[in-house]
């Protein structure tokens, strides 16, 4: 028995829905994260109750996603998910069915479910329903899909990449039916969305082990069907753990030397990872012929620099490492950190100058914030005055 499952808002959906004659249950991830010791979270629920029978019960819902059977319920001040048990029909598109049928049977919900370690459910009462096996995958760590693993991926082909992505997250090994299932089915991989491939990419990067999620994707071919992967999973591996999805997307970008813009197209990632992506890439290309200068810790953002640095680590072992501790000190240390802290600007230098106004006044305040940087003069508008007047007269 798993005593007090579930939040004191989720607690009282179940009793309401079974107050009113109605089965209700916890489904899904939080009841795997619970029997894994981890934090569970996103309480869902899953009911025999048609999405209008539990609108009746309740008098604040919201519509998320009546079609398919879900229903936010707000009680308490927290939304709860709550949807309708439903076996689904045939998936032409291999991504939605073409048919969704709600049902008042609990086995028949999870038997749509795409792993044994997600078609678990808890009852108000504590019990656990174990209708796969998934209680014993969870303790050996296995990853296994329910029923015949190629109908389940002939359903919906991003439950391969969830495979993977779960071998990541939770360093678990993929069955190898599953993994013979996905070698035949991966070429569907190219009917689901980049944008879907995307998130659970993402997911995949921050979890606990993802160069076994690397060798998966060598091992089943699946790296064939991704939009952009590299040959070499080994190398890729060693850039990791990774920090942020961010510092995971760059590591596959250097191992698989991908241009930044390829990578963006592949993947559709957004403005944000774009700029990342440039940065690291602009870096790393001056990191492979010279040290770090005090230009490029006032250029790049710090996170583009730890990434360069740990993948200079990882990709090129014959440079000389830099600490990140350094790293940091150097960045704290620039007597400036943008042309806006300049304490002078272009209506200064045309008075001291005496000269009328012109593209010069540009040119001239880059090199004041060049000087500064270096050290040549100080941040300080007399100091600035007299080693601009000094180097402005000698041009003359």
Request: aromatic fraction near 8%; charged fraction near 30%; proline fraction near 4%.
């Amino acid at each position: 028995m798993i005593q007090h499952f579930g939040t004191a808002a989720g607690r009282k959906v179940i009793s309401a829905l079974e107050r009113e004659g109605y089965e209700a249950v916890f489904v899904g991830g939080s009841v795997r994260d619970h029997l894994l010791g981890k934090p569970a979270k996103d309480f869902d629920i899953a009911t025999s109750a048609e999405p209008t029978e539990v609108k009746a019960i309740f008098p604040s819902t919201v519509d998320v996603g009546i079609a398919h059977g879900t229903v936010l319920v707000l009680i308490d001040g927290e939304a709860i998910e709550v949807t309708t048990y439903r076996t689904e029909g045939t998936y032409s598109d291999h991504r939605h069915p073409d048919e969704v049928r709600f049902v008042r049977s609990l086995q028949e919900d999870l038997a749509r479910r795409d792993f044994t370690i997600n078609a678990l459910a808890v009852t108000l009462e504590g019990e656990l329903i174990d209708l796969f096996g998934g209680k014993n995958d969870l303790e050996q760590g296995m990853i296994r899909a329910i029923g015949e693993a190629a109908e389940r991926f002939n359903e919906d082909a991003l439950r391969m990449i969830r495979a993977i992505r779960f071998a990541a997250v939770l360093d678990f090994t993929i069955d190898e039916k599953t993994c013979h299932a996905i070698r035949e089915q991966k070429a569907l991989l190219r009917h689901v969305a980049v944008e879907r491939i995307k998130a659970e990419m993402d997911k995949l990067f921050t979890g606990v082990n993802p160069g076994k999620a690397f060798d998966y994707a060598v091992h089943t071919q699946l790296r064939e069907d991704l939009p952009l992967f590299p040959q070499d999973s080994t190398t890729l591996g060693k850039t990791a753990p990774y920090e942020t999805a961010l510092e995971g997307w760059a590591s596959l970008m250097a191992v698989g030397n991908f241009g930044p813009s390829e990578m963006v197209r592949a993947y559709k990632l957004s403005n944000r990872e774009k700029q990342f992506l440039h940065a690291v890439d602009d870096m790393m290309e001056k990191r492979k012929v010279r040290p770090y200068t005090v230009e490029d810790f006032y250029t790049y953002p710090m996170d583009v620099l730890i990434v360069c640095e740990k993948l200079v680590r990882k990709l090129m072992p014959g440079a000389e490492p830099v600490s990140f501790e350094e790293m940091e000190r150097r960045k704290c240390d620039l007597p400036i950190r943008s042309k806006a802290e300049l304490t002078v600007r272009g209506s200064d230098l045309i008075s001291w100058a005496g000269v009328r106004g012109g593209q010069w006044t540009g040119e001239w305040l880059q090199k004041i914030e060049s000087a500064v940087l270096h050290g040549k003069c100080i941040n300080d508008p007399d100091d600035i005055k007299g080693w601009f007047l000094n180097e402005f007269n000698r041009e003359e």
